[in-house]
């Protein structure tokens, strides 16, 4: 790991920061768009539950890959976009967890950069990662032709390719990974959590919190989906007023808390936690 330059926190998206599958999540408005049939709807609705309520192994998450690729081959990239910015607010704001927009806005405010680094697709993450104001996105990319998804995968980023890409970033970047944060809820996810220095789970499956006990990693539990807008009443996730709205549920979240914690009793300096 880097031992030198900025901290940055890194975030995993589904089931971390929002509440549900983010894919998933729009397989009502795809299907209303002629994307997806009522067999495909009803399939993803299954497997919204399945992931919900006892997560996904790598095995359940290779096989939903492999059908997500094929589902949208020969979908209008435009199309699609255009779908995900109409129906963004009425789906993803409301599964929010508020301890996520909290803490994030807590890492802002000590200046670092936060990352969003997802399995699903750019173009619903992006657009999603706007919404909160993240400052960099790795997500997975298809190959498109002649603007259209061909139901190739151009980069996939899930397990080790994660953590290779936020390598990567932090170099391009100049982020300091021994001191940086990092959250995620799945065990698939472990090569990321090892990449940085400070790694929290969240809401995590058996095995990621086997491991976390096993290693003594913070244990974060989000179960408070609020809309952004509702926990401030205006104003975008970057305002000074949503930063102030946000800070206490941030620090509960323990994130920074146990930072400062346990450099204190390293008596290393709070790097991660004063702005430069």
């Known amino acids: 790991m880097s031992t030198s330059g900025r901290p940055a926190a890194f975030f995993d998206l589904d089931k971390t920061i929002i509440a549900k599958s983010s894919v998933m999540a729009f397989g009502r408005p795809f299907y209303q768009g002629g994307l997806i ?25 290779e096989r939903m890959r492999a059908y997500l690729s094929q ?16 129906t963004l607010h009425d789906l993803i704001d409301p599964l929010i967890y508020d301890e996520a ?32 104001g993240a400052d960099r996105i790795i997500a997975t990319r298809m190959v498109v032709e002649e603007g259209r998804f061909t139901g190739d995968i151009d980069y996939y980023a899930f397990g080790a390719a994660k953590a290779a890409a936020v390598i990567e970033l932090a170099a391009e970047e100049g982020y300091d990974l021994a001191q940086s944060f990092a959250y995620s809820d799945s065990s698939t996810d472990l090569p990321l959590l090892e990449a940085v220095g400070f ?26 989906p609020v809309p952004l807008r509702a926990r ?41 936690a004063t702005k430069n």
């Open 37 to 61: 049939n009522r067999r495909a709807l009803l399939k993803s609705t299954y497997a919204q539950f399945v992931y919900l309520v006892g997560g996904a192994d790598h095995d359940q998450i």
């Open 199 to 224: 790694p929290s789970v969240v809401n995590p499956d058996r095995a990621l919190r086997k491991e976390a006990t096993s290693r003594g990693w913070p244990v974060l539990n989000f179960d408070n």
């Open 101 to 132: 927009a909290a803490l994030i806005e807590q890492h802002h405010a000590a200046g670092l950069d936060v990352v969003i680094v997802s399995t699903s697709g750019i173009e619903v993450v992006e657009p999603i990662g706007e919404l909160l």
């Open 232 to 272: 401030v009443g205006l104003g975008s996730p970057r305002s000074p007023v949503y930063a102030a709205a946000g800070l206490g549920a941030g620090m509960a979240a323990a994130g920074l808390v146990w930072y400062a914690r346990r450099r204190s009793k390293d008596g290393a300096p709070l790097r991660a």
């Open 71 to 86: 589902l949208c081959k020969g979908w209008d990239v435009e199309q699609v976009k255009a779908i995900v910015a109409e």
